[in-house]
């Protein structure tokens, strides 16, 4: 039938209700008129012939359309509520150099479908890409009947007054609705976008959709949406609604039952126009604003998983997991100290008494054949026999022997410096700092002198600064984060977060339940070891109050602030890790690694201390540069990336850093930086190294600065010239190859002093050394990686390896968590054979 005007037709047919026989498509075919005539696409007046069609499934139409007339094609299929049956209409324009573009309507029962053809879609900097071929998957609405059948239409238009030859097809998706665990194969390109229907099984709460593909590019985007129409299936809208995330080879959204209320979703995959957002070369820019750019041919081969996810069991499993691996901890410790407890007492049986003097022993209290140190081993040794060892200046590095007497009055001199007038006596002499600490061979009884309650106090401040520090630091972390998490929830935009897709498990609102789960070790470990400091600190204190000789004046002096400070960083640590895996991406990356910087200070600093404890570092002076280092991460992480300037300034400093704490280690601070520090060098280089031709005074400390410097300089010149992406990661590397250069250092000398490492230590070094390994093997996997795009970090991504639960990042979890609280106890425990050697009998390193 052939309608000579919309006007006409309008009137003709207003003056009641439309008669009974009148077909839904004429009632459709009105609706259009009106419309058409009220937006004013067409004048008063004009004439517009409208045709319609009855038309079928897979038959292809050829049309020419003018702006003379508009074509209706009326289809007609069946629906059923057990079973969805996708529709997809296919068009190609034929002619070239349109005018303007044909105009495609598909009017359904509840839904309106239009789009244009060519299909012009936008990339960056408002490109236009023409699109010839266009596919369209109609959106179902379900249906409460049993059986149904349902009407829609095609209107084809356009305002070009040249005739435009068009195809038009419509044809039914056999495989519309996906089958769990079953893969399906498809093409997409972006003027095909594709989507299917997925409906979860009885039972399955909870599932994952896997889509992969061998190709990196075209970069496309993966989204989850309800079951409602329109569906937002095009490049420039695909991001309206439900989850989505871009891939080139990988993408993986798990989905949960709960947030879609019809037990049902659609997967829509759509290729994207440009590669930009996923790592991929951007094109050039158009020479003309208005120039149509071809995009070529953009299809992409495709597969589908939808598998179901986990149960509750495993996650019950997973925690239950967790939590023997680090309480199985606390009954060893447990274990260890009732073994320790029983020695102890058992040797008490068989412990010389306290009013015997050592020469009554028949050996040196705190030599290394004293019964505290090698009795375990059964060496003994005539007095003679140490006594002329002790004195030989070949040996013993220029050891003092003194009494225990002249030990406890040193330990009651004056803190400050004495004029040199004052110097009237050698015990005057020996008071002044700048004495003791230039001499060539030191003890740790001459870098011991301070009162122990100041010193005590002084490292008791590292505690309850960084106590400090964490409140401060941590609840604006744990705010931000928990806003992080919302806005991925609200927007569905997986792109935010850089989590291991393939192996992520929500819990609640949390994306990634287990990657925030398995930093639990840092924080029970941590706690152990503050219990462990806690039981050692009061031991001490006890032996204190009884006057225990070997308390008050043998072995390294006990100042416990630096272990609780260490023990509180581990459990932050953990705490923080958990806080960045809520939402891992590079704007919070210096959560996890902040610290990891102060675990490493910290531990030099306890190396340090141990054999310098009266000039260690201040907890505010330790503090004041670690937060310059997190300053500098956080530089790097912002500004670092390829910026030839920044690593410039940063390797200059570094530099300078390196040399500045060299003299000030080497010269026990005893030296000032002042304009003169230059022209002193040049005078000390002239005379020592010229005119005598002398070498270092303190050769094992020189030997650990030429080492240091090496390193740091090495580390300086492959900053500079490599400029890695990652930072942060750089900038830790820098500190943990220290901290390893010291430890390496301070045991190599322990041993070359004829100091042993007892058991315990020695296991714990063992221990800790293959943990470390597997940890870092686990660590390299690199499942995820936010110096990349948002696609490119899931091409990494790798399904769970332990308890389908944990990946391998959570595993790097458990073992770092276990090797940073093993070399914890081997920093406690690895000088415990000194405990009954007298102070000036121990070497300063």
Same mark, same amino acid.
């Given at each position: ?32 008129? /009106? ?49 969805? @049956?996708?529709? #997809? ?15 495609? /309507? ?15 879609? &936008? ?27 349902? =009407? ?12 435009? +030859? ?23 390109? $972006? ?44 490049? +420039? ?6 989850? =989505? ?15 879609? $209320? ?16 996923? !790592? ?30 986990? +149960?509750?069991?495993? =996650? ?25 407890? #029983?020695?102890?007492?058992? &040797? ?9 003097? %050592? ?5 040196? %209290? !705190? ?16 007095? @003679? ?16 022997? &003194? ?72 609840? %604006? ?9 919302? /806005?991925? +929830? ?62 008050? @004046?043998?072995?390294? %002096? ?81 500004? !670092? ?35 003169? /520090? ?29 080492? !240091? ?13 490599? #400029? ?21 250092? =301070? ?42 795009? $948002?696609?490119?970090?899931? @091409? ?50």
């Amino acid at each position: 039938m052939v309608l000579r005007s919309c006007w006409k037709s309008r009137h003709k047919n207003g003056s009641g209700p439309a008669p009974c026989w009148i077909r839904p498509g004429l009632a459709a075919l009105l609706w259009l008129c /009106v419309t058409q005539f009220a937006c004013g696409i067409g004048a008063v007046g004009e004439t517009k012939n409208v045709i319609q069609k009855d038309a079928e499934f897979d038959v292809t139409y050829n049309d020419t359309v003018t702006s003379e007339n508009q074509t209706i094609y009326a289809f007609n299929h069946t629906i059923s509520r057990n079973k969805t @049956e996708g529709v #997809r209409v296919t068009v190609d324009v034929l002619s070239q150099g349109l005018e303007s573009p044909i105009l495609f /309507v598909v009017r359904q029962k509840q839904a309106v479908l239009s789009f244009q053809v060519p299909l012009i879609l &936008r990339g960056l900097y408002q490109r236009k890409y023409p699109y010839n071929h266009v596919g369209r998957t109609l959106c179902q609405p379900p249906t409460r009947a049993l059986s149904e059948t349902q =009407y829609f239409f095609v209107d084809v238009s356009t305002l070009s007054s040249q005739g435009t +030859n068009c195809q038009l097809r419509v044809s039914r998706v056999e495989s519309f609705t996906l089958q769990t665990d079953k893969k399906f194969s498809f093409t997409a390109s $972006p003027s095909q976008p594709q989507y299917f229907k997925y409906v979860f099984p009885d039972g399955v709460d909870t599932v994952i959709v896997k889509v992969n593909s061998d190709m990196t590019f075209p970069c496309s985007v993966m989204s989850v949406q309800d079951i409602q129409c329109p569906v937002y299936d095009l490049d +420039n809208n695909v991001a309206f609604l439900g989850m =989505y995330q871009t891939m080139t080879k990988k993408g993986a959204i798990t989905v949960q039952r709960k947030d879609f $209320p019809s037990n049902s979703f659609y997967v829509v995959v759509v290729v994207k126009t440009e590669d930009e957002a996923c !790592g991929g070369p951007l094109r050039f820019y158009p020479l003309r604003p208005d120039e149509l750019i071809d995009a070529g041919n953009r299809s992409k081969s495709i597969d589908v998983v939808v598998s179901p996810a986990i +149960n509750s069991e495993v =996650y019950v499993m997973g925690m239950l997991f967790c939590l023997g691996i680090f309480l199985s901890f606390y009954l060893l410790t447990l274990l260890v100290a009732c073994i320790e407890n #029983r020695r102890i007492k058992k &040797r008490e049986v068989f412990q010389i008494p306290a009013d015997m003097s %050592p020469a009554e022993t028949g050996k040196i %209290p !705190g030599s290394q054949y004293e019964y505290g140190s090698f009795a375990d081993n059964g060496s003994t040794l005539s007095s @003679e026999a140490i006594t002329d060892s002790a004195t030989s200046t070949d040996n013993n590095y220029g050891y003092m022997e &003194r009494s225990l007497d002249s030990v406890g009055r040193s330990r009651q001199e004056s803190l400050s410096s004495v004029e040199e007038d004052d110097y009237d006596t050698l015990d005057d002499i020996d008071s002044d700092k700048n004495i003791v600490r230039t001499k060539k061979f030191l003890c740790v009884s001459d870098l011991a002198r301070k009162d122990k309650r100041v010193l005590s106090k002084k490292y008791q401040i590292y505690f309850w600064n960084i106590a400090t520090i964490a409140v401060f630091y941590a609840l %604006p972390v744990i705010q931000l984060v928990i806003t992080y998490q919302t /806005v991925v +929830n609200v927007t569905g935009n997986q792109d935010i977060c850089f989590y291991n897709f393939l192996c992520a498990h929500p819990l609640g609102a949390l994306s990634a339940f287990n990657n925030i789960l398995s930093n639990l070790g840092y924080v029970m470990l941590g706690l152990l070891f503050l219990l462990i400091v806690l039981k050692r600190d009061i031991v001490h204190n006890r032996a204190l109050v009884r006057n225990d000789l070997n308390a008050l @004046e043998c072995g390294i %002096p006990k100042h416990f602030g630096l272990f609780y400070a260490m023990g509180t960083a581990l459990m932050m640590e953990g705490l923080l890790s958990a806080c960045y895996h809520v939402c891992p991406n590079y704007t919070n990356f210096q959560f996890d690694t902040s610290f990891m910087y102060m675990i490493a200070g910290l531990c030099m600093l306890k190396l340090y201390q141990k054999r310098h404890p009266d000039i260690n570092a201040s907890a505010y002076t330790a503090y004041a540069c670690l937060a310059g280092v997190i300053f500098f991460s956080v530089l790097g992480v912002v500004f !670092g990336k390829g910026n030839t300037v920044f690593w410039i300034i940063f390797s200059v400093i570094h530099i300078l850093a390196t040399l500045l704490l060299s003299t000030q280690l080497y010269y026990m601070g005893r030296w000032r930086l002042d304009s003169g /520090v230059l022209r002193r060098m040049v005078y000390i280089i002239y005379t020592d190294s010229i005119r005598q031709c002398s070498g270092p005074m303190y050769i094992d400390r020189m030997v650990l600065l030429v080492m !240091g410097n090496i390193v740091n300089w090495s580390l300086a010149a492959y900053g500079l010239i490599e #400029r890695p992406n990652d930072f942060a990661s750089y900038l830790l590397a820098i500190a943990i190859c220290n901290l390893l250069l010291y430890f390496a250092f =301070y045991i190599i000398m322990k041993l070359r002093s004829g100091e042993r490492i007892k058991c315990l230590p020695l296991v714990c070094i063992l221990f800790t050394a293959v943990v470390w390994g597997f940890a870092l093997y686990f660590f390299f996997q690199g499942l995820s990686t936010w110096q990349k795009t $948002p696609a490119e970090s899931r @091409e990494h991504n790798r399904d769970c390896i332990l308890l389908s639960f944990f990946d391998d990042h959570d595993i790097w979890h458990f073992l770092s968590s276990i090797a940073m609280f093993g070399s914890f106890l081997v920093l406690l425990t690895m000088d415990d054979d000194l405990d009954t050697v007298q102070r000036d009998k121990i070497f300063v390193f």
